[in-house]
């Protein structure tokens, strides 16, 4: 066989085009300890990860953001076992299969992975490999290309100078700006009919009212709840500090039904519960379960976050509301990240380029300016 040819096998072998890599290992969460997710039932190399994440953990990173390294971290390993080499032995090349098996879908009608996950995977092995170099393990070189790519672009740029372009590093996909996911009246009102209990219903109604994310209305106990001032207290995803947000009356009186179904005996009971006994706190996964049934049954495909655009959205668009508000209710950390809900919708702008279109032309000069006759008859009298 001619050597371009092995080349070209081998390299069709490793990119493992439409297949699934073999299902080793899993994410678990751990009962205590410092460490709050790791990634358990591997017969080796979990000391080398276990490290990595007891270090982040170390750095105060929130247990979410432990979570999501965690199972970047696992499909990368299970990368390695369907390609059959060591995490230490990694090379570029192989992180560029890995980007290229990313890039394509893995089942018959499924979406490849998005552009912001692969460049968030290669931020996370990134640092992975640059956390195992300081301590001598490892490759001598990092396999994910530029030793600058762990920093974001302009992270240290002057003010007072201009704006250079920079390149995209090495495997970075080109990622695309868009409009946020904003839910129209009318599908919010199909979504909500479709849910089958006053639970759900609660929930979608408190997602749509505040604003908060999945997890942080998950985490909510009886005792967040301030029913005379309106108000709900959620720990915020990024600081973890312990916040009040505005609710609506809509919110609370179907909190109200719910919690009239399945009282709750201490303010300590977590707020949110499964319907079936044995009770006890509703998961993300049985949430977006139910959101899955939904979507099935509607054809759609809606997130939980869509739910967090579309209060966004409404408040961000809400001339009474400054956008100082909408910034506090969502608690970005930077306005700019609020204005990117400012929008256009593009229903009504189509709208109303189309009547502006259809409009007859008026063709009449403006009058010309002059003074009234009555003012000047006021001031030099009736004219001879």
């Known amino acids: 066989m001619d050597w371009n040819d ?19 290992g899993r994410v678990t969460k751990t009962a205590d300890g410092p460490l709050p997710w790791r990634v358990t039932d591997f017969t080796a190399d979990a000391r080398e990860i276990d490290d990595f994440l007891l270090t982040l953990a170390t750095n105060d990173c929130s247990p979410q953001t432990i979570r999501s390294y965690a199972f970047d971290l696992l499909r990368w390993w ?10 230490d032995t990694a090379r570029r090349e192989d992180v560029r299969d890995l980007v290229l098996w990313m890039r394509q879908p893995q089942q018959p009608g499924s979406r490849a992975y998005s552009p912001t996950s692969i460049n968030h995977m290669l931020s996370v092995l990134f640092a992975f490999y640059e956390y195992h170099a300081r301590l001598g393990h490892g490759p001598v070189a990092n396999p994910v290309p530029g030793a600058a790519l762990g920093m974001r672009r302009y992270e240290h740029h002057n003010p007072l100078a201009p704006y250079q372009p920079q390149k995209r590093a090495p495997y970075r996909q080109q990622t695309v700006t868009g409009a946020p996911r904003v839910l129209s009246q009318d599908l919010v009102t199909r ?12 929930l979608v109604a408190m997602y749509l009212a505040t604003g908060a994310r999945a997890s942080e ?8 709840v301030d029913w005379g001032n309106q108000l709900i207290a959620v720990v915020s995803k990024g600081t973890r500090a312990y916040q009040w947000v505005p609710t609506s009356p809509d919110s609370l009186t179907w909190l109200r039904l719910y919690l009239g179904e399945m009282p709750l005996k201490s303010p300590e009971d977590a707020l949110w519960r499964t319907v079936r006994r044995p009770y006890r706190p509703l998961q993300y996964s049985a949430l977006r379960a139910m959101l899955v049934r939904v979507n099935k049954a509607l054809g759609t495909g809606v997130t939980l976050h869509d739910f967090r655009h579309t209060c966004a959205s409404r408040l961000a668009n809400d001339p009474s509301i400054p956008l100082t508000d909408v910034q506090a209710v969502l608690r970005h950390k930077h306005l700019t990240t609020t204005s990117k809900y400012i929008h256009t919708n593009t229903q009504d702008m189509v709208q109303r380029v189309l009547e502006h279109h259809k409009a007859p032309r008026d063709s009449t000069p403006p009058p010309a300016w002059g003074y009234d006759p009555c003012d000047m008859a006021e001031l030099f009298g009736p004219l001879p």
Do not use: N, Y
């Open 191 to 202: 979504v909500f009919t479709a849910l089958t209990s006053t639970r759900d219903k609660a």
């Open 78 to 87: 299970r990368f390695l076992a369907a390609v059959g080499i060591r995490w």
């Open 6 to 24: 092995s080349r070209q096998e081998f390299h069709s072998s490793r990119v493992l085009s439409g297949a699934d890599l073999p299902k080793i």
């Open 217 to 224: 209305l998950l985490g909510m106990k009886a005792r967040d």
